[in-house]
């Protein structure tokens, strides 16, 4: 166990729909970084988030927005879904906000669109 | 721009060989590397990490050497079980500024070890 909870763990929905994934760091860790797994892209880098303020932006669509809350849990929001979205959104935290300290990931959700 | 890259697999062994799994990478400046592995239906965990050139990482009997010369982080174990099938991500985090921490992975290999 990781230490970083992500919910849901499976998210089913529709073309046009609007989803909220959700993600609790490790206790003490002030980054949080999300994470796009597909078959074709592989492990993009989606944004990152350090203590509450944003950091570092990858390639994330417009259509995809997130936020770290001052508890330090972090949401991203996902509209207007197509089907090439569906993939597994994995979210990881650190102690740091630099690219030497350890991350450690979540379980992911995985995101069907149909 | 700066990327990494790692053999395709999949790569099958029989309990006991020797495992390589080659990576390369290109960055400017002088970046961190790791390599993560994550089993079924988990999420990555990180194996080893180097944090600058010569550096060697080691943990659960599988090593890397942080090559500067040759830009390679190549992953090795003298001795794979059964329990080390998984998929092997090679990644670097970029060290400038000290305010970015995403890292940038390679593609995965996945490694299957036949009792």
């Known amino acids: 166990d990781s230490g970083v909870t992500q919910t849901p763990k499976h998210l089913i929905t529709a073309t046009g729909q609007r989803v909220t994934l959700r993600c609790s760091p490790r206790?003490?860790?002030?980054?949080v970084y999300w994470y796009q797994q597909s078959l074709d892209q592989g492990l993009q880098f989606l944004i990152q988030?350090?203590?509450?303020?944003?950091?570092a932006k990858g390639n994330i669509l417009e259509r995809f927005s997130a936020q770290q809350f001052p508890d330090l849990h972090s949401e991203l929001n996902l509209s207007s879904l197509e089907l090439g979205d569906s993939a597994l959104y994995f979210c990881?935290?650190?102690?740091?906000?630099?690219?030497?300290?350890?991350?450690?990931f979540g379980q992911g959700t995985r995101l069907t669109v149909v | 721009g700066n990327s990494v890259t790692q053999m395709e697999g999949p790569v099958t062994l029989s309990e006991e060989a020797f495992l390589t799994i080659n990576c390369t990478y290109t960055?400017?400046?002088?970046?961190?590397l790791f390599w993560y592995v994550q089993y079924p239906g988990e999420g990555l965990q990180l194996l080893l990490k180097?944090?600058?050139?010569?550096d060697k990482g080691s943990n659960k009997g599988f090593e890397a050497t942080y090559r500067k010369e040759t830009t390679s982080f190549h992953l090795e174990k003298g001795s794979v079980q059964v329990s080390d099938s998984a998929v092997y991500f090679c990644?670097?985090?970029?060290?400038?500024?000290?305010?970015?921490?995403?890292?940038?992975f390679g593609k995965g290999t996945k490694l299957s070890v036949k009792p």
């Open positions: 988030y350090y203590n509450g303020e944003e950091r």
């Open positions: 960055a400017t400046g002088y970046p961190s």
């Open positions: 180097a944090t600058k050139a010569d």
């Open positions: 990881a935290s650190s102690v740091g906000q630099e690219a030497h300290t350890e991350a450690f």
């Open positions: 206790s003490g860790d002030l980054s």
């Open positions: 990644a670097l985090g970029r060290n400038y500024g000290g305010s970015q921490g995403n890292l940038i």
